[in-house]
T-cell receptor, first 113, second 115 residues
Framework: AQSVSQHNHHVILSEAASLELGCNYS??????LFWYVQYPGQHLQLLLK??????LVKGIKGFEAEFIKSKFSFNLRKPSVQWSDTAEYFC???????????FGAGTTVTVRA | DAGVIQSPRHEVTEMGQEVTLRCKPI?????LFWYRQTMMRGLELLIY????????DSGMPEDRFSAKMPNASFSTLKIQPSEPRDSAVYFC?????????????FGEGSRLTVL
């Protein structure tokens, strides 16, 4: 079974700062990769996904993620955050042949105005 | 298009009472998941249905929890009897299982408080 590790539990930064959240997974086979965002009091929403092709994936709200297969990583980035990006971010992985989506523990991002 | 619909959004009940949470998945989706989210344990998968059939219920905490999916457009998660440690947000999610599976669409969640 695959597992997902998110490096940071809580990140605090100022508006306009750059954001990078780390995500590593453990699974030797082909995977699908996702980043979900959960705004305070809301449900999880998909930010971006990777199935195949260009390893640099662009999502909504200016977010992007890069899949580095050799490092088993799928890090999330945003060049300039806004106060409205305050949320919890979850990395998720599933094996291409599997239904089960494994979630990381989540990273809480607080953006100070 | 309506997303995943859950009810109730909030439920406050007393220990020992029966709780029933409801979910309507997105039309056309053939997979349904129940998750529980707490501060301590994060997101936990409770049970997974595919084509209305329970495929994996290994995440169901104990016999007090049960889930059904009588048809493609409705599922319930029942806790009987409820306990304070069941307090959590319960999310239902649906997806279409096919090539490139895994993208889940989540409902707004049901926040359960057991006193």
């Amino acid at each position: 079974a695959q597992s997902v590790s998110q490096h940071n539990h809580h990140v605090i930064l100022s508006e306009a700062a750059s954001l990078e959240l780390g995500c590593n997974y453990s699974y030797g086979g082909t995977v699908n990769l996702f980043w979900y965002v959960q705004y305070p009091g809301q449900h999880l929403q998909l930010l971006l996904k990777y199935f195949s092709g260009d390893p640099l994936v662009k999502g909504i709200k200016g977010f992007e993620a890069e899949f580095i297969k050799s490092k088993f990583s799928f890090n999330l980035r945003k060049p300039s955050v806004q106060w409205s990006d305050t949320a919890e971010y979850f990395c998720a992985v599933n094996a291409r042949s599997d239904y089960k989506l494994s979630f990381g523990a989540g990273t809480t991002v607080t953006v100070r105005a | 298009d309506a997303g995943v619909i859950q009810s109730p959004r909030h439920e406050v009940t007393e220990m020992g009472q029966e709780v029933t949470l409801r979910c309507k998945p997105i039309s056309g989706h053939n997979s349904l998941f129940w998750y529980r989210q707490t501060m301590m344990r994060g997101l936990e998968l409770l049970i997974y249905f595919n084509n209305n059939v329970p495929i994996d219920d290994s995440g169901m905490p104990e016999d007090r929890f049960s889930a059904k999916m009588p048809n493609a457009s409705f599922s319930t998660l029942k806790i009987q009897p409820s306990e304070p440690r069941d307090s959590a947000v319960y999310f239902c999610a649906s997806s279409f299982r096919g090539v490139n599976t895994g993208e889940l669409f989540f409902g707004e969640g049901s926040r359960l408080t057991v006193l």
